[in-house]
């Protein structure tokens, strides 16, 4: 048997930093929106008991640090018994290491294509328990919707921000997210707000507290919000490379598209509330 998922990508529509906790990681709060443009990944069930793996390797990452092999080793662990092999194959499109949650995306799909396939029967509070091990992003592609998330992201308020259009630039440079978070410059005392206001009013008071830093640090980022902030409001999203520009419209949107400087990659997508991946698990049922 074979089922094929998208794993979609996330945005920050902002991100504010509200406190460092004595474990060293910062409270946060966020909203997340999905959109529809992501991963896309292939399961197929192998016969026998011949484990997990992946169909192609990816360059760069160690199978012990691929969350995809990750997540379906602690499904397999959780379920306490020997399981159908399986092999795992990726059409990778979002860019590691941009803000997108690509990883964290992965691993969630994985999770819930194999409670799917191997017929665990496992709830998304529970699976999302045990993507919380893997990311604190994981929990909010394992349910599925639009959140307002707080602690490191993992607390959960359903949201419904507008489902705009959004032009996503990924300038060529890698952002290492322990680096930003260590920053001596970096805000950290953001006061709390009491629940996602889903830029209703004045979205200026709200802001990505990373941005800052990294524009500091990577100047290909600087000049790229540079850019985008001339056609209005431009924001990094997590600790980035990945900047992004909301439009009400898919043409205002590509307009902007088809003007962008030259070496940037990117792409044109639409926000989401509901999971393209929820959506086609429910087209399953």
Not at 29 to 45: H, I, P
Not at 80 to 101: C, E, N, Q, S
Request: net charge negative; with cysteine.
């Amino acid at each position: 048997m074979t089922l094929t998922l998208p794993a979609p990508a996330k945005l920050n529509l902002f991100l504010h930093i509200v406190g460092r906790r004595p474990d060293g990681y910062h409270e946060l709060q966020t909203l997340f929106q999905f959109l529809d443009y992501g991963d896309e990944l292939t399961f197929t069930l192998t016969p026998g008991h011949a484990g997990v793996r992946l169909a192609t390797p990816m360059p760069g990452v160690p199978d012990d640090d691929n969350l995809i092999l990750r997540a379906a080793r602690a499904l397999e662990t959780r379920a306490g018994r020997r399981l159908p092999g399986v092999t795992i194959a990726i059409d990778k499109r979002l860019p590691m290491g941009g803000g997108l949650g690509g990883g964290s995306s992965d691993a969630a799909t994985t999770l819930l294509a194999l409670n799917h396939l191997w017929h665990l029967g496992l709830d998304l509070d529970t699976l999302a328990g045990i993507g919380l091990g893997l990311g604190a992003d994981v929990p909010v592609f394992v349910h599925g919707q639009a959140a307002f998330g707080e602690g490191v992201g993992e607390r959960l308020t359903p949201a419904h921000p507008p489902e705009d259009w959004f032009v996503v630039l990924k300038p060529d440079c890698h952002i290492n997210t322990g680096k930003i978070f260590s920053e001596e410059g970096l805000t950290r005392d953001t006061p709390k707000i009491k629940i996602a206001p889903a830029f209703e009013g004045d979205a200026s008071r709200y802001r990505n507290d990373c941005e800052d830093v990294v524009r500091k640090l990577y100047p290909e980022v600087n000049q790229s919000l540079e850019w985008l902030s001339q056609f209005g409001p431009a924001r990094l999203t997590g600790t980035g490379a990945c900047i992004f520009g909301r439009f009400p419209t898919e043409s205002a949107a590509r307009i902007i598209w088809e003007s962008k400087p030259s070496g940037i990659t990117g792409f044109v997508a639409k926000g989401v509330n509901l999971s393209p991946l929820h959506k086609k698990l429910t087209e399953l049922e």
